[in-house]
């Protein structure tokens, strides 16, 4: 599995649009393939600040969403709206258990 845990900043002014773009988006990511899951947070204790988890069956499905429209779209209306620069984390992880 592959997962990245992306962190952006807009003015808190911007941040509902920002997330607006994100869920406009969502579900075109979510059915690309290899897409485990697209998570888009608003943190609570900073009204400045999202971020969003992707979970990938593994590291090409997740360089095909790098070379997606949707990923060519996010950033051409999301960046304006960035007040610093996006800090994005990548793993290889394992899964160890699914428990419901």
Request: no cysteine.
């Amino acid at each position: 599995m592959f997962i990245a845990i992306l962190d952006v900043t807009t003015a808190a002014a911007d941040r509902p649009a920002a997330l607006a773009r994100f869920d406009e988006e969502s579900d075109r990511v979510r059915a690309m393939p290899g897409n485990v899951a697209f998570r888009v947070y608003a943190e609570r204790a900073d009204d400045t600040a999202i971020t969003v988890v992707h979970e990938w069956d593994d590291e090409a499905s997740f360089a095909g969403y790098l070379r997606s429209d949707s990923f060519a779209r996010l950033g051409e209306r999301i960046r304006p709206m960035m007040t610093g620069a996006p800090v994005s984390r990548r793993f290889h992880a394992d899964l160890v258990e699914t428990a419901a």
